[in-house]
């Protein structure tokens, strides 16, 4: 909440990516948007009115290293900040006492090319950037040109207001609006972020207040009680995710630079287990939570990107006013961790990627040209559409049984290749779960109740060339099987509608494909579980 007061053919191939703290490269030599350990951070307090004993660097922290996070910030801006095991630093730049001194901040930007910078914190709270929405547009433009003059290369983020209300969402309204009409041309952000603190906003009340140059005195009324509750949370960045949809900016990844538990365990139900059923609820729904109409499609659609939970090593509320709570490490004995920090551990340590190369069980295709046909073993898929209602279309079966029920599909995509088309005419298919069991010597005649109505959302696909690759993602569908909401009957692929504009039809490889070296048809899945 605060800135410390100064304070093999069909065999499913396995490949172990490593436990958390593994390099991010996957095994095709692609790049992993992020690892799971970049994605976990913490907030590092670096001072304690009247204690300078303060450890106030993260190296002073003998354990935090098995943590397994990949990024921090201390809420401010270094231009040598501490680096252990390749951890990412965040610079925060400090809004409150305007203007900085920039010769200092041309220093740091030089000397940490292509990081990532945070433009104040809470700005528009009290205690903290108490900033009117206008008067924020001013300063993150002056910030923002400086920054990305210096250093093209830089990520830049919005500060974290302390929470996505209703009331804090109007303020990032006017922020825009005001930023447009000075400049003349939307808010420029690379990065989005917010806090996730769950407070009351009452202009006298505890809690966080109301925005700076709003005049509302009251907003969202969350108890003490809420401050743990992961429902609230999730609603919360879900409602994010939607202002960023509805503002044309979804194309941006988010991150939630704070947020944790600042309420005294002897204050919450369940006393410190409140706190750690939030921390992992939130980690699950963090890892998992994927939207293709709200999500990050850079992320395979997940919500959120990067977070970090406050704190490392702030002070308890029990023992300093002006405390919080789920510190990891306790600053008076930076050697160990406590009961948070233990439980982090083991939720990082235990975190392991995997992924599955699946090659089909079996496929075939059904044509209604060829009711009785059985086409199975031709080597080929055929897809096709014309405009008398004639189409075929292609089945395809893949054992997922390998995957454990509890797995958090990270991405699933199928690969296919096209291996002739019919003339330059596209074809709009979509990608479903097939409803019944099927074999490779089904034919045209049973596949009514294969087509059948599943209540499931179709993946569209174009077809559009000879020797096309598709890169289809699949990911909730995989999920959907692995978890049990979904029998695994297998994969369907038909035209849109029966009837196309003119006649094309294409041929892609399948399993049984030995004409050339166009890939096969290819189910990778990619998961993460916990030992």
């Known amino acids: 909440m605060t800135r410390p007061a100064k304070l093999g053919r ?23 948007l992020y690892s799971p350990r970049q994605r976990f951070g913490v907030g590092l307090a670096t001072a304690l009115l009247g204690h300078p004993e303060f450890p106030a660097q ?59 910078w945070i433009i104040g914190n809470e700005p528009e ?16 433009h002056e910030a923002y040109q400086h920054i990305k003059t210096r250093d093209p290369a830089c990520r830049i983020a919005i500060g974290g207001v302390v929470m996505p209300t209703p009331l804090r969402l109007e303020w990032l309204d006017r922020c825009l609006d005001a930023y447009r009409a000075a400049y003349g041309e939307p808010l420029p952000v690379d990065v989005w972020n917010i806090h996730v603190q ?42 994010f995710c939607q202002w960023l949809v509805e503002h044309g900016e979804r194309d941006k990844p988010l991150i939630i630079s704070e947020y944790g538990v600042l309420m005294p365990s002897s204050y919450l139900p369940g006393g410190d287990q409140a706190v750690l059923t939030f921390m992992e609820g939130t980690f699950d729904f963090m890892l998992s939570s994927r939207d293709p ?54 939720y990082t340590r235990t975190l392991q990627e995997e992924r599955l190369l699946l090659e089909p ?51 699933a995509r199928l690969g296919l290749q096209v291996v002739s088309q019919s003339n330059i005419q596209p074809l709009q298919l979509r990608l479903l779960p097939a409803s019944a069991p099927w074999s490779e010597s089904t034919t045209c005649a049973p596949w009514a109740p294969i087509h059948g109505p599943i209540g499931q959302t179709a993946i569209p696909i174009t077809l559009s060339h000879d020797q096309q690759t598709l890169d289809i993602w699949c990911t909730d569908l995989v999920q959907a099987w692995t978890d049990g909401t979904l029998p695994n009957e297998g994969l369907l692929i038909t035209p849109v509608g029966a009837a196309n504009s003119g006649n094309v039809s294409y041929a892609l490889a399948s399993s049984e494909w030995v004409e050339g070296d166009q890939q096969r048809p290819l189910l990778t899945v990619e998961y993460m579980t916990r030992d």
């Open 125 to 140: 709270t009290r205690g903290q950037g108490e900033h009117t929405p206008e008067a924020y547009a001013r300063i993150y």
């Open 293 to 346: 109409n709200l999500g990050y499609a850079a992320d395979d659609y997940r919500l959120v990107q990067r977070w970090m939970w406050f704190s490392l090593n702030n002070t308890f509320y029990d023992r300093t006013p002006g405390g919080s709570n789920g510190a990891l490490c306790d600053w008076e004995h930076p050697e160990s961790l406590t009961v948070f920090g233990e439980r982090f551990a083991l």
């Open 198 to 239: 769950i407070l009351q906003e009452d202009r006298w009340g505890w809690g966080c207040g109301v925005p700076y140059g709003l005049e509302d005195n009251v907003g969202r009324r969350y108890e003490i009680i809420d401050n743990c509750d992961p429902v609230i949370f999730e609603e919360l960045v879900e409602t």
């Open 361 to 411: 069980l079996t496929d075939t295709s059904l044509d209604r040209w060829s009711p009785d046909s059985v086409l199975g073993d031709s080597g080929r898929l055929y897809l096709r559409a014309d405009h008398q209602g004639g189409e075929a279309c292609a089945l395809l079966q893949f054992d997922t049984s390998a995957i454990p029920a509890e797995a958090i599909i990270c991405s």
């Open 58 to 116: 993260i190296a002073d922290y003998g354990r935090a290293e098995e943590l397994g996070f990949g990024w921090y910030s201390d809420w401010a801006v270094r231009t040598a900040p501490q680096h252990p095991e390749g951890i990412e630093y965040a610079q925060l730049l400090y809004t409150k006492r305007w203007p900085p001194s920039w010769s200092r901040i041309s220093r740091v930007i030089d000397a940490n090319p292509g990081a990532l």
């Open 10 to 32: 069909r065999l499913a191939l396995v490949y172990l990516i490593g436990t958390l703290l593994a390099p991010s490269a996957r095994a095709d030599g692609a790049e992993w």
